[in-house]
T-cell receptor, first 111, second 111 residues
């Protein structure tokens, strides 16, 4: 069974601080996605990484896919209150387009 | 482009009652997913459709849950009879490939 573990589970930081969220698995994934979910809404896709070692930047967010395609990280620079939400990683492994979701990291950025 | 639509947004029922959720995916998306998201956890896939055929329903509690996708477009998820542990947010998503687009979800409370 493929599992994705995220850490930390919860993070409370002050506006302007930097943070990193981790997503780890013992399984290899052909793609890794990051979603952000706000209360009362469905997850919204932030990025998809498909190549081992790949790094993608989205404004203040930097996403990295591990060389072995078993892990990923999300780094946020100068966090803002608008970054508050549940961050979910999801791995794709086969041609069925099925995703395995991690348990999420709940981020609170205090003004 | 319209997003994934779900209804109702909220539902409160008593245990042993039945309930149905409706989902209208993004036009042209062949793949449709139903997820269960328990508070504090990541989404768990219940069933995946490709057009109107079932791709994966391995985690669907078939003794009480059923789902159908008529004509490969709209889908309905039903629970009968509901249990207390079914209290969760039920998310519908659709996709062309790996990138899934989620609806706002239905929050179900079973009392």
């Amino acid at each position: 069974t493929q599992l994705l573990e995220q850490s930390p589970q919860f993070l409370s930081i002050q506006e302007g601080e930097n943070l990193t969220v981790y997503c780890n698995s013992s399984s290899v994934f052909s793609s890794l996605q990051w979603y952000r979910q706000e209360p009362g809404e469905g997850p919204v896709l932030l990025v998809t990484v498909v190549t081992g070692g790949e790094v993608k930047k989205l404004k203040r967010l930097t996403f990295q896919f591990g060389d072995a395609r078993k892990d990923s990280s999300l780094h946020i620079t100068a966090a803002q209150p608008g970054d508050t939400g549940l961050y979910l990683c999801a791995g794709g492994g086969d041609s069925s387009y099925k995703l395995i979701f991690g348990s999420g990291t709940r981020l609170l950025v205090r003004p | 482009e319209a997003g994934v639509a779900q209804s109702p947004r909220y539902k409160i029922i008593e245990k042993r009652q039945s309930v149905a959720f409706w989902c209208n995916p993004i036009s042209g998306h062949a793949t449709l997913y139903w997820y269960q998201q328990i508070l504090g956890q990541g989404p768990k896939l219940l069933i995946q459709f490709q057009n109107n055929g079932v791709v994966d329903d391995s985690q669907l509690p078939k003794d009480r849950f059923s789902a159908e996708r008529l004509k490969g477009v709209d889908s309905t998820l039903k629970i009968q009879p509901a249990k207390l542990e079914d209290s969760a947010v039920y998310l519908c998503a659709s996709s062309l490939l790996y990138e899934q687009y989620f609806g706002p979800g239905t929050r179900l409370t079973v009392t």
